[in-house]
């Protein structure tokens, strides 16, 4: 049966996040009844990257199964169906066997900090009103590049076997009274972002010494990391698969 990659972005404010949950709105939900609607049939989704609760996505990915075709209407339609806080950006098709969880090369977040009271973000970054370093903020994004085993920034309840991730790039930057932390691993532990940045905005602070961060991560032990900032300054920016993998169906918005 021919499998398809359905590219998402969204919003994540009023959802409790990607995967769908007992008495709790969630963005695969709305996708799977937008796709239900259209296509007369329920379809299974498998997601690329977990989203939490708040947490949004400039590129996110679902694969799905379909015998049918794909109008050329479909990206169009669909847009019309399902939420204005979800966008339905593209489909693919895939070889038979290809999944959008396990093909990925890699993942790329992006946390978003701002100091002065602004309306027009506050629900799409954190607000943070004090002065940070950064020098101090840089120094310590750097230092997470020298180390593979993230245990000290994995919440407890999760499901993998090690805690080995692969970081690609780590920065932070400031444009418009906007922080922005990038980063790019082969993998994302659950809370890791969160618990990456949480902690290094004590260093930026100065609350935590770059020896007491590299404490931190040595110690592999959760407790001693910061997960305390909320998820609506996250975004889950792209996904990256392999060449070739993907071929793009031409369609028509209007």
């Given at each position: 049966?021919?499998?398809?990659?359905?590219?998402?972005?969204?919003?994540?404010?009023?959802?409790?996040?990607?995967?769908?949950?007992?008495?709790?709105?969630?963005?695969?939900?709305?996708?799977?009844?937008?796709?239900?609607?259209?296509?007369?049939?329920?379809?299974?989704l498998?997601?690329?990257?977990?989203?939490?609760?708040?947490?949004?996505?400039?590129?996110?990915?679902?694969?799905?199964?379909?015998?049918?075709?794909?109008?050329?209407s479909?990206?169009?339609?669909?847009?019309?169906?399902?939420?204005?806080?979800?966008?339905?950006?593209?489909?693919?098709?895939?070889?038979?066997?290809?999944?959008?969880?396990?093909?990925?090369?890699?993942?790329?977040?992006?946390?978003?900090?701002?100091?002065?009271?602004?309306?027009?973000?506050?629900?799409?970054?954190?607000?943070?009103?004090?002065?940070?370093?950064?020098?101090?903020?840089?120094?310590?994004?750097?230092?997470?590049?020298?180390?593979?085993?993230?245990?000290?920034?994995?919440?407890?309840?999760?499901?993998?076997?090690?805690?080995?991730?692969?970081?690609?790039?780590?920065?932070?930057?400031?444009?418009?009274?906007?922080?922005?932390?990038?980063?790019?691993?082969?993998?994302?532990?659950?809370?890791?972002?969160?618990?990456?940045?949480?902690?290094?905005?004590?260093?930026?602070?100065?609350?935590?010494?770059?020896?007491?961060?590299?404490?931190?991560i040595?110690?592999?032990?959760c407790?001693?990391?910061?997960?305390?900032?909320?998820?609506?300054?996250?975004?889950?920016?792209?996904?990256?698969?392999p060449?070739?993998?993907?071929?793009?169906?031409?369609?028509?918005?209007?």
């Amino acid at each position: 049966m021919p499998r398809y990659f359905l590219e998402v972005s969204y919003k994540g404010s009023n959802y409790s996040g990607y995967q769908v949950q007992e008495n709790a709105n969630s963005i695969q939900e709305e996708v799977e009844k937008g796709l239900e609607i259209y296509f007369k049939q329920r379809l299974q989704l498998v997601c690329s990257s977990r989203t939490d609760a708040g947490v949004h996505a400039l590129q996110n990915f679902f694969h799905f199964d379909l015998e049918q075709p794909i109008p050329e209407s479909f990206l169009y339609n669909m847009n019309s169906i399902i939420p204005g806080d979800i966008t339905v950006k593209g489909i693919f098709t895939v070889p038979e066997g290809s999944s959008s969880r396990f093909d990925a090369l890699s993942r790329e977040y992006r946390y978003q900090v701002y100091r002065k009271k602004n309306a027009f973000i506050a629900d799409t970054a954190y607000y943070f009103p004090y002065r940070l370093d950064p020098d101090r903020l840089q120094l310590a994004a750097d230092l997470i590049m020298n180390y593979s085993d993230f245990t000290s920034f994995s919440k407890k309840r999760t499901q993998v076997k090690d805690f080995e991730c692969r970081i690609i790039y780590s920065r932070w930057s400031l444009e418009n009274d906007v922080w922005s932390y990038e980063v790019s691993a082969n993998r994302f532990l659950r809370g890791m972002v969160k618990g990456l940045v949480g902690t290094m905005l004590l260093v930026g602070r100065g609350k935590l010494s770059l020896d007491e961060f590299l404490a931190v991560i040595e110690s592999r032990d959760c407790s001693k990391a910061d997960f305390s900032v909320p998820g609506h300054g996250l975004f889950l920016a792209r996904v990256n698969f392999p060449d070739g993998l993907m071929s793009y169906l031409p369609n028509r918005w209007e």
